[in-house]
């Protein structure tokens, strides 16, 4: 079995740990960019005398690329790859045991509360869903039996920001890990491992890859411990990637720092162009002054990111007209990809969740979430414009 990846770049920087960390040119013939192994076996000089791979499930060297690659990007000394983001999750849950108890945010992507509430709960775990804006609801949540506490920040898809450092003083307190979904913000805006979180969780779907053509999941950690056993879980479980979706998550990496960096950039102007239009009941964007974490985001975060909610004035066939006028905007699920995507998270993204916890989350009909891409700002905004025209007709 590979070993886990370790950061042998120092102190470089991101945008240079984007391109090289966990990738050295073929010794073989010198390819610069990585190859993609395909082989499910390898070859051993003699029982058990192999070459750091026996197995593909076990390890492959693109997956062992792509694992130093985002670890580094993390700070972490432990990187595992998944098939999904789902499968990330669900590897990470199984560190638990029958009676434990987790303590996590009550705004989650709806895939992961569904393995809370559908996959682990007949289990014998419980989860308690509580604003984790309030540390002092997060104090009271903790029980003798929290072996973890679990949070998105931002958050999925109302886009709370949580304190990292004052969660993981609190799970530290109660001897239960954090884990943090960093998926939105990307190591480019944020590390969680900086700020006291035992483990980090990435769908790697998302930003990582950000060209929409690969489905990947990804955790990350410092802890020797934490990290010995995902790794037997990894291949135990067999939620591995291709060595292609490795290769893929691996290229769009390179790019990550400059994408995000424009991400943000036009967020942070369709935000405000929102927040002035009158057919907008309400803004949610971290990078606004009128966001109630948009403080704790700017001590936290290098950047407010590239999601925004809002909550568009009138009833859901005028969210749906809104949706269908839409043509630079794609109405599809996930994010983090080039294009610009939007979507109505009560129907599609966080159907699992029941209705009236969606309702008490503010998750309402009116509610459109938007991915913005790196198409001009000027065509997103016409595009906008578009579908508030059509969600006017409708009324």
Known sequence: MAHAPQDTHGKLH??????????????????????IVLSTTFAQEGPGAHKGFDYG?????????????????????HGLAYSSGCGATT??????????????????????????????KPMGIEASFIDMQDLGRVRAAMRPNTKLVWMETPS???????????????????????VVDNTFATPMLQRPLDLGASIVVHSTTKYLNGHSDAVGGFVATSDDELGGRLRFLQ????????????YLVLRGLKTLPVRMRQHVASAREIAGKLERHPQVARVIYPGLASHPGHALAERQMRGPGGMISFDLKGNL????????????????????GVESLAEHPAIMTHASIP???????????GLI???????????????????????????
Request: hydrophobic share 45%; aromatic share 6%; glycine share 10%.
């Open 235 to 246: 291949n135990a479980i067999g939620a591995v990637p291709s060595p292609f979706d490795c």
């Open 91 to 120: 590897n990470v849950l199984h560190l638990l045991r029958p009676g434990d108890h987790v303590v996590c945010g009550d705004d989650v992507y709806g895939g992961t509360f569904r393995i809370f509430d559908k996959v682990m």
């Open 317 to 336: 066939d005028q969210s749906r007209a809104f949706l269908k006028a839409l043509e630079v905007f794609a109405c599809a699920e996930s994010l983090g």
């Open 14 to 35: 991101l945008d240079t740990l984007a391109i090289h960390a966990g990738q050295q040119p073929d010794p073989v013939h010198g390819a610069v960019m990585q190859p």
């Open 355 to 365: 209705a009236e916890n969606r309702r008490a989350l503010g998750i309402s009909d």
């Open 156 to 178: 999925n898809p109302m886009l709370k920001i949580f304190d990292i450092a004052g969660v993981a003083e609190i799970a530290k307190a109660g001897g239960a890990p954090l």
């Open 57 to 77: 499930r076990s390890g492959n060297p693109t997956r062992n690329a792509l694992e130093g690659c985002i670890a580094a990007l993390e700070g972490a000394t």
């Open 369 to 395: 979430r938007l991915s913005v891409g790196l198409e001009a700002i000027e065509d997103l905004w016409a595009d906008l414009d578009r579908g508030f025209a059509a969600a006017t007709r409708a009324g």
